[in-house]
C-alpha cells in the first residue's frame, strides 16, 4: 500500500530564503507525483505534475525533481514571499489507478 | 487548466438532516470525480469514486449509505450526508482527473460542513 511521507510538517522562514520542501513515497512504481498548495478552508490548487519519465519541472519560482528509484521528491521554492505562505502536499497514484495517496503536508510560514 | 466549481463551500446544518454538496466541471466532461474528506491537521482521505452512469466505488471503511453519490452528467457529481451528525463535521473537497493536461488533477475549492 502507497504511503506519502512529509516531513517537516511546518516550516518559518525569513522572506527571500530559499527552500526545499521534502517528499517520500514507498511504492515507486508511480507514472507520476503531483504537488498541490492549499490555502487556510480551501480546496487544492496544482503546482506542478511530474511525470515518470521526467526528473524535474519548473514553474516560475518552483521547481520540483523526481527520484522514482529513492521514492523521493522535492519541491524548491526560490526567493520565498509572504504569499508563498501555505500548505503544500503532494500525492502519488494509488498502484496503477487514479487514485491519489496525499502526504499529511508542510505548513510553510514566510515571515516579512 | 480545467476548471471544477464546488457549493456551497461552507454550510452549517443540525443533527439529523441531510446536506448536499455539488461539483460541477465548468470547461470539460468528467467521467470520473473524486471525493475527500479532511480533518483538521490531517492529509486528504479518499471517501469514493464516481463515474458518470454508474454505481460510485466506495474506500473500505466508508458508508454508502451515509454518503450518497449521484454522477448523473458528464459536468456533474453530488455528495450527499444523509442523516448528518457532528462527527461528519469536516472538509470535503472533490478532484477531477484533468485529461487534457496530462494525468494530473484539480479540485473544487472545498465544503466546510459543520453539524451542530
Known amino acids: 500500500k502507497q504511503e506519502v511521507t512529509q516531513i517537516p510538517a511546518a516550516l518559518s522562514v525569513p522572506e527571500g530564503e530559499n527552500l526545499v520542501l521534502n517528499c517520500s513515497f514507498t511504492?515507486?512504481?508511480?507514472?507520476?507525483l503531483q504537488w498541490f498548495r492549499q490555502d487556510p478552508g480551501k480546496g487544492l490548487t496544482s503546482l506542478l505534475l511530474i511525470q515518470s519519465s521526467q526528473r524535474e519541472q519548473t514553474s516560475g519560482r518552483l521547481n520540483a525533481s523526481l527520484d522514482k528509484s529513492s521514492g523521493r521528491s522535492t519541491l524548491y521554492i526560490a526567493a520565498s514571499q509572504p504569499g508563498d505562505s501555505a500548505t503544500y502536499l503532494c500525492a502519488v497514484p494509488q498502484g496503477g489507478s487514479e487514485k491519489l495517496v496525499f502526504g499529511k503536508g508542510m505548513k510553510l510560514t514566510v515571515n516579512p | 487548466g480545467a476548471v471544477v466549481s464546488q457549493h456551497p463551500s461552507w454550510v452549517i446544518c443540525k443533527s439529523g438532516t441531510s446536506v448536499k454538496i455539488e461539483c460541477r466541471s465548468l470547461d470539460f466532461q468528467a467521467t470520473t470525480m473524486f471525493w475527500y474528506r479532511q480533518f483538521p491537521k490531517q492529509s486528504l482521505m479518499l471517501m469514493a469514486t464516481s463515474n458518470e452512469g454508474s454505481k460510485a466505488t466506495y474506500e473500505q471503511g466508508v458508508e454508502k449509505d451515509k454518503f450518497l453519490i449521484n454522477h448523473a452528467s458528464l459536468t456533474l457529481s453530488t455528495l450527499t450526508v444523509t442523516s448528518a451528525h457532528p462527527e461528519d463535521s469536516s472538509f470535503y473537497i472533490c478532484?477531477?482527473?484533468?485529461?487534457?493536461?496530462?494525468?494530473?488533477?484539480?479540485f473544487g475549492s472545498g465544503t466546510r460542513l459543520t453539524v451542530v
Open positions: 511504492d515507486s512504481a508511480i507514472y507520476n
Open positions: 478532484s477531477a482527473p484533468d485529461r487534457a493536461h496530462g494525468d494530473g488533477y484539480t
